[in-house]
């Protein structure tokens, strides 16, 4: 069993930036993939970011892409997402997740979710 527990959620204003960071419970935090999906009010949960293991592979969503950057600390069995440049329309609460591989997380094959943390962007 995997847990995942994110902060660093908050308010920002439009442009500013935010920094989530995902813990993973350490003995099976090395065999997975993270990543990251947000859900806005009213929309269906989107895929945002993943990293695999290695940290060799990163994905990114179009519409974060450039301005979003996603890493993870293996000795310290965390994965952040640093958000920049961020807009109104990013406010959503974001999941951290696991699974096998960034192509699965990508298309939405999620094993393991986390609480989720707020992100409010104020214009």
């Known amino acids: 069993q995997v847990q995942l527990v994110e902060s660093g959620g908050g308010l920002v204003q439009a442009g500013g930036s935010l920094r989530l960071s995902c813990a993973a419970s350490?003995?099976?935090?090395?065999?997975?993939?993270m990543g990251w999906f947000r859900q806005a009010p009213g929309k269906e949960r989107e895929f945002v970011s993943a990293?695999?293991?290695?940290?060799?592979?990163?994905e990114f969503a179009d519409s974060v892409k450039a301005r979003f950057t996603i890493s993870r600390d293996n000795a310290k069995d965390t994965v952040y997402l640093q958000m920049t440049s961020l807009k109104p329309d990013d406010t959503a609460v974001y999941y951290c997740?696991?699974?096998?591989?960034?192509?699965?997380?990508?298309?939405?094959?999620?094993?393991?979710w986390g609480q989720g943390t707020q992100v409010t962007v104020s214009s």
């Open positions: 997740a696991a699974d096998d591989s960034t192509r699965a997380l990508v298309t939405g094959k999620v094993g393991y």
């Open positions: 350490r003995r099976t935090y090395k065999v997975y993939a």
């Open positions: 990293i695999s293991w290695s940290g060799g592979t990163i």
